[in-house]
């Protein structure tokens, strides 16, 4: 079907589907159904729930454990394979819950899908299932409906179209039956009606052009399910993490395997060795423990106007180095503000930002009082009379917010703000008649009573106003309207739209007493021209600050809306954005892919975009290795939202379809709030990176004591049960709290994270290795003396109460690389001494209660061991926290940039 329906007269449009203004008729309606398909928007096909759980064991790191589980099974050491499939069902639970609440979009596009449609066929108006409407049929729209289809307008009444879940812009849009005789952005298609958006005003009849799927909806539709879901950050370091620990487990089973067979040892024994390595080697708690620190995360983000949808979107965000942002109400207000007015070749600036009806009027900078200015009084007047909003509380009783349009609106607060009372106007001015607005005609009108007489108050678009003006008021005089009155007056609209306001232009006109129709011929060449009103819709203070952070942060800001390119710099100007290049929709999209990668660096402002063109944005931010962050609200950021590295969609204005699309939703809809989310993502980043390095260096240090105890001993030092205690109970305790590690509050002033650099980087594996070597030695050289002097039961159990003492005094250690405990506090993280006093209770346990003793093969200690273990553990603190002290930034290498260039 032709898709560029707007370049078509009405009746030429009807023609291309053979259709008439009367309809269609049944048997005609009911083939195409059948050619062109149902009227709606058609889903993937669901994967089956046992797909999705068994899809959770699918991972490198769970074959190992499988493994180990059993092989522990054949030699019947039940409570070993009983353990390890516990954490691996769990694991699977947790991912299982997460991925069946992902992948919601397309359902709640199908909701949004009109139910009904009234419809010609027949020369009769019909209702009908919105499923049922096909290309060619005749639809009537009034308002509040939802629009079933793509259509092409055929007649018009004073229609207002809400599109900005498509095109972004924030105004309703005036529809026309014109053609336009250019290929227009989809935003400037006045005689288009889309499916989805909503008729906030009027009536119209309209011809259906495209149906389903066909739709620019449908359009997005299909975006949506051809993008792949793309791993994470945290994704892809778990998957490098795992395949590097498979990797070290082998070579190091094969080296217990062979030195265990050449030493002449039974080969049971060989592989429980093996499952002791496959144990130590595997760090179990760490799906429980990542777990728990992004649910964590979740709920401090959560306190700080962030919701997240996906666990693993909270550490994402913290790795964002691209934020593309909408600028209505996220980077401004969305509540339209009047910033100026313009009487006389005088300027007034009014104060104050959005609905709130509080505000000073300056001239020249001198504070004014408009009750004493006849001309600005008479403005204001003119513009809460002229008027159909009302201003009202909002449901949390705080001022305030508008029913009715923005434009309205801003005049109505204006007008509040010097002290005027809308409702006492109303008494003293009743409304006798009015000339409703018309795309048509450019201004509205109303009829009111006035010292015995009548009066015509109007407001409108500039050249209108003006162009019925025939006087124009000075001081409290009425003077004709000269040219140069005219020019001037011209020249101040161009000056105030150049800063991307918004300009309504006022007039008056007196009638005779006895007036009660009022028509055009009324207006037209009558006026007494007041003045202009500028507008704008103001930037958050909060979004500025917000800014700032992110350059200090070192992460790019780049607006992306459907406003027109003036504006979009002007905003830009105000929030000090980077600077870089403005590039429009239409300039976008005659861009070839490789010309949008070669200049994506360089442009921090993208103007009157449509739906798709946020998709190519991100996608190509993306392919220069960026982590993007994207915000949106609407049905046309849904593809954006699902393809960048984290999407974020407005709690307050956002659709059901970008929020579903999206992983993280803002609960007031404010890019300071994306911010403080970013501030919270790298400080859980940073806790992610403590407990690794808590459990790998634990890991690790088993495998070296392991691995020294059967080359110079030929026994254990640890038995498998001791060791999956070790892992899952007191390194987990431990772990847990440390993922609760209070902020340190410079995560904002750090330099960026780049995209390559992982978890695990260069300097955190040299002190991974630096204290897995001391702790695998100090544990080897306990047992080595131990072994001979006692049984091999105790020279165990005080191996193993050595091993878990390293592990009390290194969780203190963990909290940082770089900062000591006691800058950092040591009672600030109550939840680790509180971890640690329940590790040592349930260490006491495993020692000295007997039922434990039986599970783990343990026996109790005497104060003298005890100190052993206890030296040993302490020694090693000391020694990190010295380190700190002396060479803070030792175990830097790497931590923020990766060590080889691109």
């Known amino acids: 079907m032709n898709a560029q329906w707007h370049l078509l007269r009405p009746d030429e449009a009807l023609s291309a589907l053979n259709s008439k203004r009367s309809g269609l008729i049944e048997t005609e309606a009911k083939s195409r159904l059948l050619q062109y398909g149902p009227n709606e928007l058609q889903g993937k096909k669901k994967t089956p729930p046992i797909l999705v759980f068994l899809r959770q064991f699918l991972s490198p790191l769970i074959y190992v454990l499988m493994v180990a589980a059993i092989i522990s099974l054949i030699v019947e050491h039940f409570i070993d394979a009983g353990v390890i499939f516990g954490v691996l069902v769990l694991n699977a639970v947790i991912g299982f819950i997460q991925e069946t609440r992902a992948e919601k979009a397309m359902a709640a596009l199908i909701q949004m899908a009109a139910p009904k449609a009234r419809v010609r066929r027949d020369g009769n108006i019909r209702l009908i299932s919105a499923r049922e409407v096909v290309p060619g049929d005749i639809v009537l729209l009034e308002t509040g409906d939802l629009v079933p289809v793509d259509a092409r307008l055929i007649e018009v009444s004073n229609l207002k179209v809400n599109e900005a879940m498509l ?87 094969a080296l217990l395997v062979a030195v265990g067979l050449l030493k002449g040892l039974d080969w049971l024994e060989v592989f429980l060795l093996a499952v002791a390595a496959a144990v130590s080697a595997i760090p179990e708690g760490l799906p429980t423990v990542v777990t728990v620190v992004l649910a964590v995360g979740m709920r401090i983000m959560a ?42 070749g005088q300027t007034i600036e009014i104060t104050g930002e959005g609905y709130i009806p509080r505000g000073e009027f300056r001239r020249d900078g001198q504070l004014i009082d ?21 201003l009202t509380r909002k449901d949390d009783d705080e001022c305030c917010d508008i029913y009715g349009d923005p434009t309205e609106g801003a005049l109505l607060v204006a007008a509040t703000k010097a002290g005027m009372n809308k409702e006492k106007l109303e008494k003293a001015y009743p409304r006798l008649d009015e000339i409703p607005f018309q795309s048509e005609k450019q201004y509205m009108a109303t009829l009111h009573p006035r010292d015995g007489g009548r009066v015509v108050y109007a407001k409108g678009s500039v050249e209108r106003i003006l162009a019925h003006s025939k006087y124009r008021l000075k001081g409290e005089q009425v003077v004709p309207l000269t040219e140069k009155d005219a020019a001037v007056i011209t020249q ?26 009022l028509q055009d011929a009324h207006i037209r060449g009558n006026l007494v021209f007041v003045g202009l009103a500028g507008m704008a819709d103001l930037p958050r203070e909060e979004a500025r600050e917000a800014i700032k952070l992110c350059k200090q942060a070192g992460i790019r800001v780049v607006m992306i809306t459907g406003d027109h390119k003036v504006t979009a710099e002007s905003i830009a100007r105000q929030l000090d954005l980077p600077p870089g290049k403005t590039v429009t929709g239409l300039e976008l999209q005659q861009m070839t892919d490789e010309e949008l990668y070669d200049q994506v660096e360089d442009i921090s402002v993208f103007a009157r975009i449509e739906p798709l063109h946020k998709l190519r944005i991100v996608n190509a931010l993306k392919s220069h290795g960026h982590v993007v962050a994207m915000t949106g609200d609407g049905v046309n950021d849904a593809p954006a939202l699902k393809a960048a590295n984290i999407g974020i969609a407005m709690g307050i ?80 305790t431990a772990a847990v709290p440390l993922g609760l590690e209070p902020k340190v509050g410079d995560e904002l002033r750090q330099p960026p994270r780049h995209p390559r650099v992982g978890m695990v980087f260069p300097g955190l594996l040299l002190r991974i290795i630096f204290m897995a070597t001391f702790m695998g030695v100090g544990i080897f050289l306990i047992f080595r003396w131990a072994e001979p002097r006692m049984s091999i039961e105790e020279a165990r159990t005080i191996t193993f109460c050595t091993m878990v003492a390293f592990e ?8 940082s690389d770089e900062y000591t405990i006691f800058k950092l506090g040591i009672f600030r993280n109550r939840w680790l001494l509180m971890a640690i006093a329940g590790a040592i209770a349930l260490q006491m346990l495993a020692v000295y209660a007997p039922f434990m003793q039986v599970a783990f093969s343990t026996v109790p200690l005497t104060v003298e061991k005890w100190g052993i273990a206890l030296l040993a553990g302490g020694s090693l603190f000391i020694i990190e926290e010295t380190r700190k002290v002396l060479f803070p930034r030792l175990f830097s290498l790497g931590k923020w940039q990766p060590l080889k260039k691109d």
């Open 167 to 253: 095109t972004g812009e924030s105004m309703p849009v005036d529809k026309s039956t014109d053609a336009i005789r250019e290929d227009v952005p989809m935003a400037e298609r006045k005689n288009m009606v889309h499916m989805g958006t909503i008729v906030n005003y009027g009536r119209a009849t309209a011809m259906a052009v495209r149906t389903g799927m066909a739709t620019d909806i449908g359009q997005i539709a299909t975006a949506i399910q051809e993008i792949k879901p793309e791993k994470t950050p945290l994704q892809k370091n778990i998957s490098k993490l795992s395949r590097y620990i498979v990797v070290l487990f082998l070579g190091i089973c």
């Open 303 to 344: 306190r700080r106007n962030a919701i997240i949808r996906k666990l693993v979107a909270v550490e994402t965000l913290g790795s964002a180095t691209v934020i593309c942002s909408d600028k209505t109400g996220t980077l401004t207000l969305n509540e339209m503000t009047v910033q100026r007015l313009y009487m006389d």
């Open 370 to 390: 408009p009750q004493n200015e006849p001309s600005v009084n008479l403005m204001l007047r003119i513009g809460a009379l002229c008027n159909d909003s009302f």
């Open 492 to 517: 101040a609209n161009t000056d105030m739209a150049s800063q991307a306001l918004r300009v309504i232009a006022t007039a008056y006109v007196d009638l005779p007493s006895e007036l009660e129709d």
């Open 653 to 732: 204005t956002g659709t059901d379809v970008a929020k579903e699309s999206s992983d993280m939703i803002l609960v007031d809809d404010n890019f300071a709030s994306v911010v403080a989310a970013v501030e919270e993502g790298r400080a859980i980043f940073n806790r992610l990176r403590n407990v690794l390095f808590f459990l790998l260096s634990t890991n690790l240090g088993e495998l070296l004591a392991l691995t020294l105890a059967l080359l110079f001993v030929g026994k254990a030092p640890l038995l498998a049960v001791q060791i999956i205690w070790i892992n899952l109970v007191t390194d987990t």
């Open 808 to 815: 009390w005094f290194r969780a203190f250690n963990a909290r």
